[in-house]
């Protein structure tokens, strides 16, 4: 094995490389029966009010479960879904799933549905929103859907003519992993969302950080003065949520506020929490 030419190490035989090219050709198989056999799952993780810690709505996260390899992570499986162009006819029922379980919620709960490049690019995508809404009769107030970054900079054409197409039926776009791409601020400016989501990766040191407790502040201000509702994502200490609190971020996600959990569970969580105020603004 070459061990000080680094860019010469694939060129010998590998035997842990050699088994991540086996799970990854297995998964991809794999994949494409999953849908089909129900293999996957919806949990739902609380979007929580910073103010007064009232559940609002739900992010909607994809879970497999495998025969063989165990339970596979979205991180894992979602990349190669998008390669493999997998994705549409998994996207396609995320959308469907969470509208149908959403729609029994009460109705002041929302949810949101991350959206994937390929995906958001679709020609399919907005009659399959639309239909997914109908069928459920989920209100489109109540459905959110996420897109990160790296949509945005992959594509130029027509994605201000989905975003804006998406919006008049009503729904929410929300940029997720804000913070994590290369042009952040100019895709406030050229596109219209909702909602930021600011990544964790700001957020799990943002005690000791003076310098990206700095940016948040400045991110939850601009977000503000544009409008737009801001979460934090991955709270996971009373002391992150403190920080976030006095920052004025509004909306909260991260597991000291709820680990994602199943449909059941989390509208027992959200029963518990007093919420008949007016309907909130997500
Ligand atoms: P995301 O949309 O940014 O979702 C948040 C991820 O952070 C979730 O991981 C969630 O479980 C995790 N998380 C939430 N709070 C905390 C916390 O306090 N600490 C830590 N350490 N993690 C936290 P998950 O479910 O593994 O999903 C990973 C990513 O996979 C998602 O990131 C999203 O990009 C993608 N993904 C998940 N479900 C779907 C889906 O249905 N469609 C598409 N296209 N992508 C999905
Ligand atoms: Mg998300
Ligand atoms: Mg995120
Ligand atoms: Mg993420």
Known sequence: RAKRDGRNRYQFYDPSLDAAARRRNLIENELALAVSQGALELRFQPLVSTRDGDILGAEALVRWTHSQLGPISPAEFI????????????????????????????PHLRVAVNLSSRQFLSPGLL?????????????????????????????????????????????????????????????????????????????????????????????????????????????????????????????????????????IDFEVAAKRTPILRALPRL
Not at 128 to 145: C, M
Not at 231 to 254: M, Y
Request: proline share 3%; aromatic share 6%; charged share 25%.
């Open 79 to 106: 990349p190669i879904a998008e390669e493999t162009g997998m994705i549409i006819s998994i996207g396609a029922w995320v959308i469907r799933e969470a509208c149908r379980v959403a729609a029994e919620w009460p």
């Open 127 to 263: 009659p399959l929103v639309e239909n997914a809404l109908k069928t459920s009769g989920l209100a489109p107030e109540r459905l959110e859907l996420e897109v990160t970054e790296s949509l945005l900079m992959d594509s130029t054409l027509g994605l201000e003519h989905t975003i804006a197409a998406l919006r008049n039926l009503g729904l929410r776009i929300a940029l997720d992993d804000f913070g994590t791409g290369f042009s952040s601020l100019s895709y406030l400016r050229r596109y219209t969302f909702d909602k930021i989501k600011i990544d964790q990766s700001f957020i799990s040191d943002i005690e000791t950080n003076r310098e990206g407790r700095a940016i948040v502040e400045s991110v939850i201000h601009l977000a503000h003065d544009l409008n737009m509702v801001v979460v934090a994502e991955g709270i996971e200490t009373e002391a992150q949520r403190d920080v976030l609190k006095g920052l004025g971020c509004s909306q909260l996600q991260g597991f000291l506020l709820g680990k994602p959990m199943t449909a």
